[in-house]
């Protein structure tokens, strides 16, 4: 038999998963699968569901997932597809932008602050009541979709919003060649 373990072979190393490899070398954007474009107008139902625009709905998609998002702009609701929110995941373990440190609270709030959102067969989303609560009484929302992603705007909020960014969009899409 001579050197111990001989027969056992060569040592097995598990090959990094495609979903990990892949965000190592291109953007988030570049790898979704769904495309979301356009701005719908909607209404809250009573029960805080919102009808998915028909051009946006896929069987493949049977849920998404909604996190609150607060910038500079505004506070808004983004859903995504679940491959999304796994790769804005497994991104939080290589961002080598962020301290160790950081990566952990960074997860720690990213996946706390998630919830899974269903899709009924009429096509409407179920938000939870404390992502709905930022709209207030107003029940009118803007859903836009935004690449790989849909974010829930309140439509007064939406269009105070986007009447005051039309010189800045206008002039950052003529830089992009539009």
């Known amino acids: 038999m001579g050197i111990s373990g001989g027969s056992w072979g060569k040592m097995w190393s598990a090959p990094t998963p495609p979903r990990l490899r892949s965000h190592l070398t291109r953007p988030l954007e570049a790898q979704s699968i769904n495309r979301y474009s356009g701005e719908f107008p909607r209404t809250l139902d009573e029960k805080n569901r919102v009808t998915v625009p028909s051009c946006w709905r896929s069987n493949d998609v049977p849920c998404l997932v909604a996190l609150v ?7 808004y609701v983004i859903l995504m597809p679940r491959d999304e929110f796994n790769l804005l995941g497994d ?15 960074y997860r720690r709030k990213f996946f706390a602050r998630a919830r899974e959102c269903p899709i009924d067969k009429s096509g409407r989303v179920l938000l939870p009541q404390e992502m709905t609560a930022m709209f207030g009484d107003e029940r009118e929302v803007c859903l836009l979709g ?8 309140n439509a007064i909020e939406w269009s105070a919003l986007n009447d005051d960014d ?12 539009l």
Request: net charge negative.
């Open 146 to 153: 935004v690449g790989a992603r849909i974010e829930i705007w």
């Open 166 to 177: 039309d010189d800045d969009f206008y002039a950052m899409a003529t830089n992009k060649g």
């Open 69 to 75: 998002n607060k910038t500079n702009d505004g506070k």
């Open 91 to 105: 991104s939080a373990y290589t961002d080598e932008t962020m301290s160790p440190a950081e990566r952990q609270k």
